[in-house]
């Protein structure tokens, strides 16, 4: 199950990246959500906890992967001559922003929606 989530998940987030149309909620805030998303989906199928208790260490994660670009480190992993430590830091992002963190919230917020809705009509 988790797979057939991850794939949608992370093939719009990448669409989204890829395909820029000059709409900030769909150029950036998007893709953020979708992350987002992908790491509630991670943590729901590693832990196999409630979704209350998946939504809130997802957000966690999250907030941890945020507040860790406000060490610089990120930022400055871009400047590596190794390609795999550039993309690491792209991962985890470089400038702090409390709009990433509002979209990781809605982002959050609808997996939990959804895989709420899902596991009650089961």
């Known amino acids: 199950m ?3 989530t991850l794939v949608p998940i992370i093939s719009l987030g990448l669409f989204t990246r890829l395909v820029p149309l000059g709409w900030v909620i769909w150029d950036k805030y998007l893709g953020d959500a979708l992350y987002a998303a992908m790491i509630y989906v991670l943590v729901q199928f590693i832990t196999r906890r409630k ?3 998946v939504a809130a260490l997802a957000m966690l994660i999250m907030t941890a ?3 860790f670009q406000l060490t ?4 400055h992993l871009l400047t ?3 390609l795999s430590v550039r993309l690491t830091a792209r991962l985890l992002g470089t400038h702090f922003s409390l709009l990433d963190l509002a979209a990781y919230a809605i982002g959050i ?5 959804v ?3 899902l596991s009650s009509a089961r």
């Open 2 to 4: 988790a797979l057939k």
């Open 65 to 67: 992967i945020e507040l």
């Open 80 to 82: 590596s001559p190794s």
């Open 72 to 75: 610089l480190i990120p930022q």
């Open 115 to 117: 895989t709420s809705k």
């Open 51 to 53: 979704p209350t208790a």
């Open 109 to 113: 917020a609808l997996t939990f929606l």
